[in-house]
């Protein structure tokens, strides 16, 4: 079964400074997705980023870029110029390829954004 | 405007009741999804369904029920069978059940016990 795994249950940030939060994940697939997405205090879920398995290139969304290590299976988000508007709790997910997967989810990152 | 409308935003239940959790989308979305959210914690999925008329369990689908009469429409029914349903549910929808297709969200209901 995959996990995700998101070491850091809580991350702090002056504003406009740069915050890299941490996520892991287990699969024997090749093929797969992975997924940025944030829950702010109105607790909807906003998708953030994604990044293809098959892809090389890191995926880049204005402020937002990730650095994806296939070997290592890590999968980090890099917050740049943070914003007050950016604190809120990030989830890492992981999905196969296949048909009919469904995303698994990390546990969270609580960001805390300091004026 | 497209979305995925869930109702009510905040319902209560009384020991013995079933209560049933609204979702409606008009993305035109195949997939459907239910996850339960407990505080400080990820999203676990409960029942997700890829056509209508076929859904499947999730990780923790004990106490719950679905149903897919509509491609719009996804009700999860919360049993008097599961002993602690107090949590946060999201809705979710994607186009097919693909893994490049990612998941839109509803704006979720806040389930608490009487």
């Known amino acids: 079964a995959q996990t995700v795994t998101q070491s850091q249950p809580e991350m702090s940030v002056q504003e406009a400074e740069t915050v890299t939060l941490s996520c892991t994940y287990d699969t024997s697939e090749s093929d797969y997705y992975l997924f940025w997405y944030k829950q702010p205090p109105s607790r909807q879920m906003i998708l953030v980023i994604r990044?293809?398995?098959?892809?090389?290139q890191n995926a880049t969304e204005n402020r937002f870029s990730v650095n994806f290590q296939k070997a290592a299976k890590s999968f980090s988000l890099k917050i740049s110029d943070s914003q007050l508007g950016d604190a809120a709790m990030y989830f890492c997910a992981y999905r196969k390829e296949t048909s009919g997967s469904r995303l698994t989810f990390g546990e969270g990152t609580q960001l805390t954004v300091n004026p | 405007d497209g979305g995925i409308t869930q109702s009510p935003k905040y319902l209560f239940r009384k020991e013995g009741q079933n209560v049933t959790l609204s979702c409606e989308q008009n993305?035109?979305?195949?997939?459907m999804y239910w996850y339960r959210q407990d505080p400080g914690q990820g999203l676990r999925l409960i029942y997700y369904?890829?056509?209508?008329?076929?859904?499947q369990k999730g990780d923790i689908a004990e106490g719950y029920s679905v149903s897919r009469e509509k491609k719009e429409s996804f009700p999860l029914t919360v049993t008097s069978a599961q002993k602690n349903p107090t949590a946060f549910y999201l809705c979710a929808s994607s186009m097919g059940g693909f893994g490049n297709q990612p998941q839109h969200f509803g704006d979720g209901t806040r389930l608490s016990i009487l």
């Open positions: 369904s890829q056509i209508v008329n076929d859904f």
């Open positions: 993305l035109n979305h195949d997939a």
């Open positions: 990044q293809e398995a098959y892809k090389q």
